[in-house]
């Protein structure tokens, strides 16, 4: 077996401890909450993985809550989930554009059809 010239194992040894000590990405979130038809109340707090928008969000919705993915939109803000408030039902799609938003679920066996949960949601 061969011995690393002490040059080599330097480097590598520096290399190591240059990735270990990187920073590690910092987790924020903010809380909003919102006021909804009815006035029902709704939770949802934004979380960041790094430098870019919400990557996830939990909101709270009868006293439940549920964690959802940022998710394709055509504009505004769309995070859905595969679970639902009610177990066989599809997941939850929380769809924003301005201070608004709206929570729906979605159809049973589809991925695309929604159906209104809590509309007019506005930022308090």
Request: hydrophobic share 35%; aromatic share 10%.
């Amino acid at each position: 077996m061969k011995m690393l010239r002490p040059a080599l194992l330097l480097s590598a040894l520096v290399a190591a401890s240059t990735a270990l000590a990187a920073p590690a990405e910092q987790i924020t979130y903010r809380t909003v909450r919102y006021v909804c038809e009815r006035n029902t109340p709704l939770e949802v707090k934004y979380v960041n993985f790094g430098t870019q928008g919400p990557d996830f969000v939990v909101l709270t919705y009868r006293g439940q809550q549920y964690g959802l993915a940022q998710a394709l939109s055509g504009s505004g803000a769309r995070y859905a989930s595969l679970y639902g408030p009610t177990p066989g039902d599809g997941g939850l799609e929380w769809w924003t554009k301005g201070n608004g938003g709206t929570l729906s679920k979605f159809a049973p066996g589809s991925s695309s059809d929604t159906i209104p949960l809590l509309s007019n949601c506005r930022q308090r």
